[in-house]
């Protein structure tokens, strides 16, 4: 059946509009327009009129192509970045703050609840509103839990009444957010994982304005602390600013380059533990990753910047989410936070590290001898044979699909011999990739210098409306990129179509906190260690990711497309990418371990992750088997995470099961690649029962689920237990026999090592494999 998926949402820009900047830069003249190519630095001359940016054998134009839209509000009117005269860099999107930015409804220049977790909070004319939701509430037939936003205080200053609210600033997970009117400004910056809210004023007094008449328990001049609505605050402003309560208002005579900050409590005797760091404002985020390939892990430092206002001390307090803190390196205090993704542990510091295994990230997967070779060749000339390969006119996102399936036969039409077969693939995605690379035609890219964002046209699912699903999308291009550099070298040089695919791996996931063409890691939430896929995230429950598979898609195309052209720089941001992301999908849309989901929601996975909670539905009235299998698909072989636990994915898949009273009837050999990752027998038996008459999966066919299935019956379950010293292995188990293999991406043959003594000789450009 057809894949409907989501209705959109995506990303802004920032105001710092460099138009080509790190790519390309246009040089004017008298009376000549010449461009700089982005890979080798050249100057090519066009004409005056031309919109093409050329980019080694490709490019993309810098003007919107007759006919289609940009970024734009729910009316169809286009919207520009919302942000502050002083805002520098392209403007963040997909981000848990990005209502601020993006102004999706033109009834509201303000933003909708931004979940930062602990805290939630709320732009108005007046201020912010700000809340601690410590408890949730199952709705929707029970289908969804979350933590509702609460409104416990406002933050503000006097006289203040903004038309809008704008954005000034941000980091890696912090964002600072400016209002300015009726004679006074303020700003305030908040973060995920701060239980601090930090604020500047001007123009007028410090004035925090209680939900309800407070409960004071301590007052003591610039410190106050009160309990409102059962939940606990400290106010605190400089000490020659003390506060003064009148009715359910707090103020204090900050004066023009005045601050104060507001922090929740766990409780009131905590009150000691969080006062030490009241003046010690935070100004930045950053997030900094180390891959140490040769031990097979994954460093990730998370730094704030602080500015101490008042006194000497700069460090903070920082709520860890539970994948962060099941893998901190550092000691934890006692202090403790309810969030929709379970129990958040304190922090003391201006910074904390994590380290995570790296698993290994395959680009395919062995064909085994067991398989039946002739058979699978004939499924792959029956793909050949089909009328339609690609969609017509074909859009981002399903004509990504069709060249991400075309190009997962490439190499098992290798592993079999098929070099005819395996040439005719690779004829047909690099055909479709070059015709999307290149400007004019049907399809091409346009690069939006306003927004910082490369939008490929025709789109869908509001990829270029609303800045939605890049990760999603371009994953299939990289992917597919990767498997012709796999074969053909040249053709992703950067002089060639590499540079293009470059560009689209910087849309995503750009790691250059000064690149002028995109914001950093748009497609990336650092802290939350996953993506968001609305571009505006203009919904009352904040922003949402649904198909989180699609997101690790990218990430393993990304490792494998740097590897494969000599990247390690490249290879090593898809590994971060992917080895966090494998840490929270299983955790906070599966609920292993079972220390997420609340003891009283019904469901065994949500379809997707909101940042007020989880929902079982997704973004169209599908199947149960849609509901698990839209965090599956596409099945490759970088889904091995998707195993690394056989006996969580076993009870995943049986649950599946009991809610259908049977085997899967839809999206049948996602599920069955599913399957296999806990019993490759059972999934190779329902394969060999039905695959004459199953329908594939649209992005998947039946050669490649036959491959996958009968691989997996021999080699077993994914033994992570044994990590190897490159970036491209797995370890499978069958009952206490152990199956290594590894991909060599490099020129010369690789000697890999695993870590159970195992040592694996890899020619140049290939797949090996040994048993023992």
């Known amino acids: 059946m057809a894949h409907p998926r989501r209705p959109a949402h995506a990303r802004p820009r920032g105001r710092r509009l460099g138009l080509l900047a790190a790519a390309s830069a246009l040089v004017v003249g008298a009376s000549a327009l010449a461009v700089t190519d982005a890979v080798t630095g050249g100057i090519i001359p066009v004409s005056a009129e031309a919109a093409e940016v050329p980019v080694g054998s490709g490019g993309y134009t810098d003007t919107l192509p007759e006919g289609y839209s940009g970024p734009s509000d729910l009316d169809g009117n286009p919207v520009s970045p919302k942000v502050t005269d002083d805002f520098e860099g392209p403007a963040p999107t997909n981000e848990w703050w990005s209502s601020l930015i993006f102004q999706r409804y033109a009834d509201n220049p303000h933003g909708e609840n931004l979940f930062a977790h602990p805290l939630s909070f709320l732009p108005h004319s007046g201020g912010l ?20 936003a609460v409104s416990d205080l406002s933050l503000g200053v006097a006289g203040l009444d903004s038309p809008d609210t704008r954005t000034a600033d941000h980091g890696d997970w912090t964002v600072t957010a400016h209002w300015e009117g009726g004679g006074s400004t303020l700003r ?47 106010l605190f402003s400089p000490s ?19 601050y104060y900050s507001v922090a929740v409590l766990p409780e009131p005797d905590d009150l000691d533990a969080f006062a ?25 430092t998370y730094s704030l910047a602080t500015e101490a206002r008042e006194g000497e001390e700069t460090g903070t307090l920082m709520a860890l989410y539970p994948h962060q803190w099941a893998n901190v390196t550092g000691d934890l205090t006692d202090l403790t936070y309810a969030s929709p993704r379970g129990e958040m542990r304190v922090s003391e510091g201006s910074s904390f590290t994590t380290e995570l295994t790296t698993q290994g990230i395959m680009p395919s997967l062995p064909t085994v001898d067991g398989a039946d070779h002739d058979r699978m060749a004939t499924l792959i000339d029956e793909v050949l044979a089909e009328e339609e390969l690609f969609p017509e006119p074909g859009d981002t996102y399903w004509d990504g699909k069709a060249m991400g399936r075309l190009a997962q036969l490439v190499p098992i039409a290798d592993s079999i011999g098929d070099t005819e077969a395996r040439d005719e693939l690779l004829g047909l995605v690099k055909e479709r990739l070059e015709d999307w690379l290149t400007v004019g035609g ?19 699912f509001g990829a270029a409306t609303e800045l939605n699903d890049h990760d999603f999308h371009y994953g299939y291009f990289v992917s597919a990129a990767a498997t012709v550099a796999r074969y053909d070298a040249e053709w992703a040089a950067e002089d060639a179509w590499g540079g293009m695919i470059r560009l689209l791996i910087r849309d995503v996931a750009s790691t250059d906190t000064d690149d002028e063409m995109f914001p950093r890691l748009r497609s990336f939430s ?21 198909s989180s598979s699609e997101g690790m898609h990218f990430a393993a195309a990304t490792a494998h497309f740097g590897a494969l052209t000599g990247d390690e720089e490249l290879r090593d941001l898809g590994v971060y990418l992917h080895t966090t992301q494998a840490s929270t999908i299983a955790r906070y849309w599966q609920d292993q371990g079972g220390e997420t989901f609340p003891e009283d929601y019904p469901e065994d996975v949500v379809g997707m992750v909101w940042g007020d909670g989880g929902d079982y539905r997704i973004w169209w009235d599908g199947g149960h088997e849609e509901h698990y299998g839209i965090n599956y698909l596409p099945i490759t072989a970088g889904s091995l995470y998707l195993g690394h636990d056989p006996e969580h994915a076993g009870a995943i898949y049986e ?7 049977g085997e ?49 019956a021999e080699f077993g379950t994914v033994d992570v237990s044994v990590t190897a010293d490159t970036a491209h292995y797995a370890v499978f188990d069958d009952s206490g026999t152990r199956t290594h293999t590894a991909f060599n991406p490099t020129s010369e043959t690789l000697t890999v090592g695993f870590s159970d003594g195992t040592t694996l000789e890899v020619p140049a450009g290939e797949t090996a494999v040994t048993s023992g």
């Open 188 to 234: 305030v910056t908040l973060g995920q994982g701060l239980p601090f809210a930090y604020a500047e004023t001007s123009g007028g007094a410090a004035e925090v304005t209680f939900e309800g008449t407070p409960d004071v328990w301590h007052e003591d001049g610039s410190t106050v602390g009160a309990t409102v609505n059962g939940r606990h605050y400290a």
């Open 240 to 258: 020659d600013a003390p506060w003064t309560l009148s009715g359910d208002t707090l103020t204090a005579d900050t004066g023009d380059d005045g």
């Open 664 to 712: 899967p009837e839809i999206w049948r050999d996602i599920h069955w690649a599913h399957r296999a990752l806990s019993d490759g027998d059972d999934a190779l038996r329902m394969f060999e029962e039905q695959w004459e008459t199953y329908e594939p999966e649209e992005g998947g066919s039946k050669p490649h689920t036959y491959q996958w299935v009968s691989t997996l």
């Open 655 to 661: 649950s599946l099961v009991d809610k259908l009273g």
């Open 526 to 546: 650092p802290y939350a260690g996953h993506g968001w896929a609305s571009g505006h995230a203009g919904f009352a429950a904040g922003n949402n990711q649904e």
């Open 129 to 148: 509103e700000m809340g601690y939701p410590d408890s949730h509430q199952l709705v929707g037939d029970d289908l969804k839990y979350e933590y509702t």
């Open 442 to 460: 049907t399809r091409q890219f346009h690069h939006d210098a306003e927004w910082g964002a490369m939008l490929g046209y025709p789109d869908s």
């Open 276 to 300: 030490p760091y009241a003046h010690s404002v935070v100004t930045d985020s950053l997030v900094e990753y180390d891959y140490d390939e040769a031990a097979a892990t994954l460093t990730s």
